[in-house]
């Protein structure tokens, strides 16, 4: 069993950056991706960044550059600093845990089975 609990989120100024935090407070040796997901009003939930326990990162086009995902094992914790914040990337930000699947899905929330409660993020211009 995972539980993954968000924080970091707040309100920020165009330019600015923010580091988010998810603690993996059960780990499994199933678990095999860890994802951030985002959804903003009136748009659908779409992956950020993803990592695998090997190591191998992926991020949507949107965020390639701005944003960085890492997992620190011993601290039981996946972050998400976030660089260049723009008003676009105003939106609630959830982690995410699955077992398994391909790199080219990973970043599709189909198979994912557990979820954060999510952390605000606005920015604003």
């Known amino acids: 069993q995972v539980n993954l609990v968000e924080s970091g989120g707040g309100s920020v100024q165009a330019g600015g950056s923010l580091r988010l935090s998810c603690l993996v407070s059960?780990?499994?040796?199933?678990?095999?991706?860890l994802t951030w997901f985002r959804q903003a009003p009136g748009k659908e939930r779409e992956g950020v960044a993803t990592?695998?326990?090997?190591?191998?990162?992926k991020y949507s086009d949107s965020v390639k550059g701005r944003f960085t995902i890492s997992h620190d094992i011993t601290k039981n914790t996946l972050y998400l600093q976030m660089n260049n914040l723009t008003p676009e990337d105003t939106a609630m930000y959830y982690c995410?845990?699955?077992?398994?699947?391909?790199?080219?899905?990973?970043?599709?929330?189909?198979?994912?089975?557990?979820w954060g409660r999510g952390t605000q993020v606005t920015v604003s211009s």
């Open positions: 995410a845990a699955k077992d398994g699947g391909p790199m080219y899905v990973a970043l599709n929330e189909g198979g994912y089975k557990i």
């Open positions: 059960e780990d499994s040796p199933n678990t095999r991706w």
């Open positions: 990592i695998h326990y090997h190591g191998n990162t």
